[in-house]
T-cell receptor, first 110, second 110 residues
Framework: QQPVQSPQAVILREGEDAVINCSSS?????VHWYRQKHGEAPVFLMI?????EQKGHEKISASFNEKKQQSSLYLTASQLSYSGTYFC???????????FGTGTQLKVEL | DVKVTQSSRYLVKRTGEKVFLECVQD?????MFWYRQDPGLGLRLIYF???????EKGDIPEGYSVSREKKERFSLILESASTNQTSMYLC?????????FGSGTRLTVV
């Protein structure tokens, strides 16, 4: 079952912040975040393992709330290069089967 | 750097044909995936393989089968192609802490 992402789309001005949410109906073992630019393959950003950790990658960070079965991706001081579609992927239960959400289209404008 | 190679970037096939999509990775990864990407539906998992000859169905396996005879190669087979299988197909490979995608095969069934 696909995780649910929100919002579906967001437009930012350069320098603004954004939050993308990902929630699952099943208990999560791990959450992956990927970014896909137009016409390109998705690229891995980070993984969060159960334990409620928070991770950072330049000005992009993420949190994982195991109890609420949710993860959030935080983009601060957005840059034009952040534009793209962001996907969360979830692993539920044992194994490594990775299921993605429907994506969040992010556009950063001047 | 990990290389995940999909044999064709664009493919046009006729309804009813048997279609083979190939994916090859060069890093001895256990896990390999096939997804299809359609506008508004995100990345949907078709099949997943966690070792040679081992596979698991994803969310939309109907009309597809897979083969993994060697660790580096994961093939997606459309037994009898139909127009509703026109889509972008993406292969991914890696270990549990992050995956690399191939550049995709855009399949059109006419």
């Amino acid at each position: 079952q696909q995780p649910v992402q929100s919002p579906q789309a967001v437009i930012l001005r350069e320098g603004e912040d954004a939050v993308i949410n990902c929630s699952s109906s099943k208990a999560l073992y791990s959450v992956h975040w990927y970014r896909q630019k137009h016409g390109e393959a998705p690229v891995f950003l980070m993984i969060l393992l159960k334990g409620g950790e928070q991770k950072g990658h330049e000005k992009i960070s993420a949190s994982f709330n195991e109890k609420k079965q949710q993860s959030s991706l935080y983009l601060t001081a957005s840059q034009l290069s952040y534009s793209g579609t962001y996907f969360c992927g979830t692993v539920t239960g044992g194994g490594n089967k990775l299921t993605f959400g429907t994506g969040t289209q992010l556009k950063v404008e001047l | 750097d990990v290389k995940v190679t999909q044999s064709s970037r664009y493919l046009v096939k006729r309804t009813g044909e048997k279609v083979f999509l190939e994916c090859v990775q060069d890093m001895d990864h256990e896990n390999m995936f096939w997804y299809r990407q359609d506008p508004g539906l995100g990345l949907r998992l078709i099949y997943f393989s966690y070792d040679v000859k081992m596979k698991e169905k994803g969310d939309i396996p109907e009309g597809y089968s897979v083969s993994r005879e060697k660790k580096e190669r994961f093939s997606l087979i459309l037994e009898s192609a139909s127009t509703n299988q026109t889509s972008m197909y993406l292969c991914a490979s890696g270990r549990s802490y992050g995956y690399t995608f191939g550049s995709g095969t855009r399949l059109t069934v006419v």
